[in-house]
């Protein structure tokens, strides 16, 4: 009996041992392991394998490529050369401004793809983009505005405001102050805007609003050579509309548009507009500004994007002569890409409008389309204000307004009732 009490006592001291997840049963309990091995066996160490470590090669990818490329020839005896960083007060070869809807996606894409050049859109931190050699832009013609100038402090203040206290109401206009320069309030990438990124904002427009015309700061940013790009008006506006007018011809015109193009050109009052209207006088209003900014010597050039080729950039740009070039090996690549010999070559031909293509038919519209009384307009019937505006831009960019429709056979497919 005693025995048996005492059988069934060991019995019932004696554990399972533990079992490991593939069935079989565990050498070890976690008493006998290291601290290693209890710490690599941790779920965080483990998620961080697959999420931070690769986080971490990917940003030292860019630390070193584009901040420190010193580091690796260092490091390998200057076996591995990479191209120089480029800091904020560092020249950059060329900056390209066009309207919203002139093609500058298309042109960015040309450029990076048939010449390989370093070239953005809407950004220019070379810290943390591939942007050396420049970038193509709406949003930095800001730097040759010259109403409201910076003495007038209180109406510029009422710009900054309106752009920088919209929140994120604004993120699709292709403006954010992190594709300017790393943030001096080291602001977090993770958030997409913030009070911080607020800050940031006012003090990317301080620095460039107006910063190339005459009796402004000097820019914080600077490039060899500024060219402007211009499309057919009417095609720009009619793609305008199909971006920001809601609800079609009659519809709305977008938040983010009206507190932009109000910031920018404070002296027409945009929300008395139709949406026609508003998208038309905005083209205008920023054509002419850098119209005259040419006129000024502010920008060296412009061309009509359905003619040129990258070649013919690239040759505005100076970037086929090495006195011009400020990136020397860029000349030489470019130079042999673009020879006339090399007549296969897609950097030769006229840019093909392939990118952002926003308006596929969706709106054609007409002269009488601009007139006043029409799709929602205010203004007297017949009023001529903006298509007489318009013509004259057709004049001032070289376009044939003969070749415009007097009335559009079109229906409004964005505002149709079957949709």
Request: aromatic share 10%; with cysteine; proline share 4%.
């Amino acid at each position: 009996m005693q025995r048996n009490n005492t059988g069934t006592r060991r019995r019932r001291d004696k554990k399972a041992k533990p079992v490991g997840a593939d069935g079989s049963t565990a050498s070890k309990d976690t008493d006998d392991m290291t601290l290693w091995q209890v710490f690599g066996n941790h779920p965080l160490v483990t998620v961080s394998k697959y999420i931070f470590l690769p986080y971490a090669l990917y940003l030292s990818y860019f630390y070193l490529q584009l901040q420190h490329p010193e580091y690796l020839s260092k490091a390998t005896g200057g076996i591995i050369q990479l191209r120089p960083a480029v800091g904020i007060s560092d020249l950059r070869q060329l900056l390209i401004v066009g309207s919203p809807s002139t093609g500058t996606v298309q042109m960015q894409t040309t450029l990076q793809t048939t010449l390989r050049l370093e070239i953005g859109h809407e950004t220019i931190d070379t810290a943390w983009n591939w942007v050396r050699d420049g970038t193509v832009s709406w949003f930095h013609g800001i730097r040759f505005l010259t109403d409201p100038t910076h003495k007038d402090k209180e109406r510029l203040a009422k710009s900054f405001s309106a752009i920088c206290d919209a929140g994120e109401d604004h993120m699709n206009m292709g403006f954010h102050p992190a594709a300017y320069r790393e943030p001096v309030n080291k602001c977090s990438y993770r958030d997409k805007w913030s009070d911080c990124w607020r800050k940031e904002c006012y003090l990317a427009l301080i620095k460039e609003w107006g910063c190339a015309t005459d009796g402004a700061p000097d820019c914080e940013i600077n490039f060899a050579t500024t060219l402007h790009q211009v499309r057919n008006p009417m095609r720009s506006l009619e793609s305008l509309v199909v971006k920001f007018c809601i609800g079609g011809l009659q519809g709305s015109v977008a938040d983010s548009f009206l507190i932009y193009a109000s910031a920018l050109f404070p002296s027409h009052n945009f929300y008395e507009d139709s949406c026609i209207e508003a998208a038309g006088h905005f083209l205008v209003q920023y054509q002419n500004t850098m119209i005259e900014a040419r006129k000024r010597g502010e920008i060296a050039g412009f061309y009509r994007i359905e003619d040129v080729s990258a070649c013919n950039v690239a040759a505005l740009a100076g970037l086929l002569d090495p006195n011009t070039t400020v990136y020397k090996p860029n000349s030489v690549y470019i130079a042999n890409i673009c020879d006339e010999n090399n007549a296969d070559s897609p950097a030769r031909h006229v840019v093909e409008r392939r990118e952002n293509k926003v308006n596929a038919d969706i709106v054609r519209l007409g002269w009488k389309d601009l007139r006043g009384g029409a799709h929602g307009s205010m203004k007297k019937t017949g009023d001529t204000q903006l298509e007489k505006l318009i013509r004259a831009l057709f004049k001032a960019l070289g376009y044939d307004e003969s070749l415009e429709l007097e009335e559009a056979p079109y229906v409004d497919p964005i505002s149709h009732d079957d949709l």
